[in-house]
């Protein structure tokens, strides 16, 4: 019999204790690992003794001495941008005493005695099929709660909503939370505000209800307007004159301490990526002015992912615009000047790692690249370097329709925006570009590959984005990056005549292997359990990555010699002879499968009249609407601005049609698919 040693024991003994907490229930306090507690704490919550971690927002906000909290629920940062304007906002223009506050970090049962002087602002993101995003579902369990009787009556609130139109879900989760924050008895000041990405107007709508919001609240909180705004820092910045770049101790982008010591430590999530190796890359267009990337990452036993599920990559931008990024603002000539970065208020989170330079924090950590936004253009007003640049600047930042002509449509970065004003730098407190440019975000991709077939490795599909624009183009920050990353372990030359370039070894070269630092997001977007249910799957271009995945699984489970459903899969491309994706890939799925699956295409480009996949799925009608009869799910993936719209509404025609439904009808059944899981997308803007 093997002997179990002592550190056997402490792993049972702890699994033992995570049961115990797991089994008390989902709203309990737990007590927190040393590794939460350490992610926590840097994120502004203070350690109590031991491990203990404050979670009571009530006491939370006596301690601290705050009167207003600002939630956010985001997926992808924006909304955490939103309440950090706010905060800053509300402080500087009526002194308000502000916590920022991710909904993870807290729990709920005190939400019964919030303070009636105080007020909470809710900023949340809708995610999926109008579900809240993953550091809010707690929040949203709470407040549905069935087995107590929750009474909200002294919580005030401020809400604002992101969108996006183009989804059947429309800010759902904002308005759910309205609906039922408000059946609990907590007053909402102000109108509920929405804001809309797929119509382009996300940031105006921001901030046209801002501006309406203050006034309201400033009413009902009875809060006085100071007379003059000064720019009052969140961090304190300082140049360290000891320490040297090849300092151990110094971030140079390693995202997490113990990535900065050479380790790689469990569990690996959006707060700690895990470092992956590519092991291969491939071209899948046959065009030279444009690329699909097929990729291969190995995982190892380190991340578990479901077929269906999304990989997040973390990219780093492109050294051009790091050059110039730092040009603007006066920083290229010290770039590698080690800076230490401390919050002025204990309570607001340095968005990155601490000590590190100009050149590692613009390159791996800010989000240079973004959309500018006119509030932060209006804040620069102050530090323009003369008073040319300064009027240009306050027209910009106070005139909504010249700022969409001179720096949305023209699809402006910051430091773009700023070039087209004056070529002079500009003295901006390092500080207020923190507060200014959130923090480079992770970008999703759908997994292409089977989870069943290769538990260990990641297929990814992605096309590199590149928008041409008068005089120039604008790149997709990570597809780019992922380019350079395949060129550069292909020994290929670089064919790009915009010059971008990317330091691809990674920080102190700790990625010179071909690997980046990635993670997993579970999705909904699921092969049935059952796998001798018929399924439908809609992905035309990059679209067909996880539909790749799906057929890979149903193929070993039929080799397996499990019954496997029929798999009707419409995929759409410009030419079959440029961007047909896996097309060798499918003759031999057909081998594999017979009968049972079903390829149907549509090439936009090769005829007189443009062909989409929406018509090969009305050519199908009968097909379609039978297997719809014998319970089969439809996918859509790919753009949700035109085709999943489309293909909603062939769908639509198709039930009609073949049913004799009006169009109201059909439209039930399509609703009463969604609500049942028989009508998933997997779509983007």
């Known amino acids: 019999m093997t002997e179990i040693s002592s550190t056997d024991w402490v792993v049972v003994g702890f699994t033992l204790l995570l049961s115990f907490v797991y089994l008390k229930g989902a709203f309990k306090a737990p007590t927190i690992p040393p590794y939460v507690a350490g992610i926590i704490h840097a994120n502004g919550l203070p350690k109590k003794s031991g491990s203990q971690v404050t979670r009571d927002i009530v006491e939370r906000l006596k301690v601290t001495g705050k009167n207003c909290v600002l939630f956010y629920g985001t997926q992808t940062g924006t909304a955490e941008d939103y309440v950090a304007r706010l905060a800053k906002e509300g402080s500087q223009r009526f002194g308000l005493k502000t916590l920022i506050a991710d909904l993870a970090d807290y729990d709920f049962e005190c939400f019964e005695s919030f303070p009636e002087d105080k007020f909470a602002i809710f900023v949340m993101a809708t995610y ?63 109108s509920l505000g929405t804001g809309d990405d797929g119509a382009g107007t996300l940031e105006e709508d921001f901030l046209a209800w801002r501006e309406d919001m203050w006034a309201t609240v400033a009413k009902a909180m009875n809060l006085d307007e100071r007379d003059e705004l000064v720019y009052e820092p969140l961090y304190s910045v300082t140049e360290d004159r000891v320490l040297s770049l090849q300092h151990e101790s110094v971030y140079l982008g390693e995202p997490t301490e113990a990535h900065l010591n050479g380790s790689q430590k469990r569990p690996f999530s959006a707060h700690n990526p895990y470092i992956a190796t590519i092991t291969e890359s491939r071209e899948l267009f046959a065009v030279k002015d444009r690329h699909c990337l097929h990729l291969e990452i190995q995982v190892n036993s380190e991340l578990s992912y479901h077929t269906g599920d999304h990989i997040a990559i973390w990219p780093t931008n492109a050294g051009r615009e790091v050059d110039r990024f730092l040009s603007v603002f006066g920083l290229l000539r010290k770039r590698d000047q080690v800076i230490n970065i401390e919050s002025v208020d204990a309570t607001a989170k340095v968005p990155f790692p601490t000590p590190t330079t100009y050149d590692a924090a613009v390159s791996y950590y800010m989000e240079i690249c973004a959309p500018v936004s006119r509030q932060f253009i209006a804040s620069l007003a102050q530090f323009a370097p003369d008073e040319v640049s300064k009027k240009e600047l306050v027209r910009l930042g106070n005139n909504k329709e010249y700022f969409r002509k001179k720096v949305t449509e023209q699809r402006y970065n910051i430091a773009q925006t700023l070039q087209t004003i004056s070529q002079k730098a500009f003295s901006v407190p390092f500080s207020l570009l923190i507060e200014g440019v959130h923090r480079l975000q992770p970008r999703y991709y759908s997994i292409s590959s089977s989870s069943l077939v290769q538990k260990d490795r990641i297929s990814i599909t992605a096309v590199v984005e590149s928008l041409a624009m008068p005089g120039y183009t604008v790149k997709g920050v990570t597809t780019n990056y992922l380019l350079a990353l395949k060129q550069r372990q292909n020994n290929e030359p670089t064919h790009d005549p915009y010059c971008l370039t990317y330091t691809t070894g990674g920080p102190r070269q700790k990625y010179i292997n071909h690997q980046i630092p990635v993670h997993i997001r579970h999705s909904h977007f699921k092969l049935p359990a059952d796998a001798s249910r018929p399924i439908i799957m809609i992905g035309p271009g990059s679209g067909v990555a996880p539909f790749r995945g799906f057929i890979q699984e149903r193929a070993a489970l039929a080799a397996r010699g499990e019954k496997v459903g029929i798999s009707l899969l419409f995929f759409g491309c410009r030419n079959r002879n440029e961007d047909f994706l896996y097309k060798e890939e499918w003759k031999v799925f057909e081998e594999k499968l017979g009968a049972t699956f079903k390829l149907f295409t549509a090439f936009s480009r090769e005829g007189k009249a443009k062909v989409y996949v929406q018509h090969r799925l009305l050519e199908q009608s009968v097909l379609v609407n039978q297997l719809l009869r014998q319970g089969a799910i439809i996918y859509i993936c790919g753009d949700a601005a035109n085709m999943a719209r489309a293909v909603h509404k062939t769908l639509g025609e198709i039930i009609a049609n073949q049913r004799g439904l009006t169009t109201e009808q059909a439209e039930e059944v399509i609703k009463e698919l969604r609500q049942n899981g028989g009508y998933q997308e997997d779509v983007w803007q």
């Open 128 to 190: 999926g099929e109008g579900e809240p995003t993953d550091n809010a579902i707690g929040f949203f369990n709470y407040i549905n709660r069935e087995d107590i009787a929750l009474k909200l009556s002294s919580l005030r609130y401020v809400a604002f909503g992101l969108g996006n139109s183009m989804y059947e879900h429309y800010n759902a989760t904002i308005r759910n939370m309205d609906t039922k924050l408000t059946q609990l008895g907590a007053q909402r000041i102000g």
